[in-house]
């Protein structure tokens, strides 16, 4: 696994709190969320590091493929 580097990010907690809520939705931490955002904008910019493919980023599940536990 690649190095890995922690820094302090400022950020409006009205788009923290949207992120976060994102990443709950897609089952992911709220650092993988932002993590793959960011690998996501490098690739659509063509600026992504060309050490790791996107292949490398696993997709976020289906919720709908989720299921939940009966009530009954």
Same mark, same amino acid.
């Given at each position: 696994? +690649?190095?890995?580097?922690?820094?302090?990010?400022?950020?409006? #907690?009205?788009?923290?709190?949207?992120? =976060?809520?994102? +990443? $709950?939705?897609?089952?992911?931490?709220? $650092?993988? =969320?932002?993590?793959?955002?960011?690998? #996501?904008?490098?690739?659509?910019?063509?600026? +992504?590091?060309?050490?790791?493919?996107?292949?490398?980023? +696993?997709?976020?599940?289906?919720?709908?493929?989720?299921?939940?536990?009966?009530?009954?």
């Amino acid at each position: 696994m +690649a190095d890995r580097k922690s820094f302090l990010l400022r950020v409006d #907690r009205e788009l923290l709190d949207a992120v =976060q809520r994102w +990443a $709950n939705d897609d089952l992911r931490s709220l $650092n993988g =969320q932002v993590e793959f955002l960011l690998r #996501r904008a490098l690739r659509e910019a063509g600026r +992504a590091p060309k050490g790791r493919s996107s292949a490398d980023v +696993a997709p976020a599940p289906d919720p709908s493929d989720i299921t939940e536990p009966d009530a009954s």
